[in-house]
């Protein structure tokens, strides 16, 4: 029972390189989400989707894009890595927008 | 805006006791109550959660009852455990279904 599962773990990257979170869910979930955790800051949300082909932003999507053309799986795309990328991402996806939300191990990112 | 505002840690106990972790939150309408635990070096897991007033949600020995009048949702444990060594992220939803994530208390379990 995957449930969501999120790679790499681990990513290192330069001041400018692009790179793709993967995110993929096992659980016929409509609803998914990305957030970002800072020290002292919890989770913030970056981007989320109701449903495939559906996205819009959250709290903090700046420098991110995401896309969703199918139900179980929803990318995260940095264009142009910078340092204040830095953070833990985490994915999460839920039967519905109002249910539990399941979350994936989450992708520590470091931006050089 | 909505906001969670969380009690600061690390909160640092012996194993048996008593735990409280207050959480407050401003939401409209009447969201949904969630209350998530991130061990080291993992994911979030829904550890509680509560949908109306008044409604106490309970597991693994840890309760939060939904307090409309004082927007409250805080978490508690009769006897704690070096397991239960993590840290704890209240969360309401808020009335577009987004979660808002307070910054988290860690809990520290001595033997």
């Known amino acids: 029972n995957a449930g969501v599962t999120q790679t790499p773990k681990f990513q290192v990257l330069k001041t400018g390189q692009s790179m793709t979170l993967q995110c993929a869910q096992d659980m016929n979930h409509e609803y998914m989400s990305w957030y970002r955790q800072d020290p002292g800051m919890g989770l913030r949300l970056i981007h989320y989707s109701v449903g495939a082909g559906i996205t819009d932003q959250g709290e903090v999507p700046n420098g991110y894009n995401v896309s969703r053309s199918t139900t179980e799986d929803f990318p995260l795309r940095l264009l142009s890595a910078a340092p204040s990328q830095t953070s833990v991402y985490f994915c999460?996806?839920?039967?519905?927008?109002?249910?539990?939300?399941?979350f994936g191990q989450g992708t520590r990112l470091t931006v050089v | 805006g909505n906001s969670v505002t969380q009690m600061e840690g690390p909160v640092t106990l012996s194993e048996e006791a008593f735990l409280t972790i207050n959480c407050t939150y401003t939401?409209?309408?009447?969201?949904?109550l969630f209350w998530y635990v991130q061990y080291p070096g993992e994911g979030l897991q829904l550890l509680l959660k509560?949908?109306?007033?008044?409604d106490k949600g309970s597991n693994k020995g840890f309760e939060a009852t939904y307090r409309k009048e004082t927007t409250s949702f805080h978490l508690e444990k009769g006897s704690v455990q070096v397991s239960d060594s993590a840290v704890y992220f209240c969360a309401p939803r808020d009335s577009s279904y987004k979660l808002i994530f307070g910054s988290g208390t860690r809990l520290l379990v001595r033997p």
């Open positions: 939401a409209t309408g009447y969201p949904s």
């Open positions: 509560a949908t109306k007033a008044d």
């Open positions: 999460a996806s839920s039967f519905t927008a109002n249910t539990e939300a399941f």
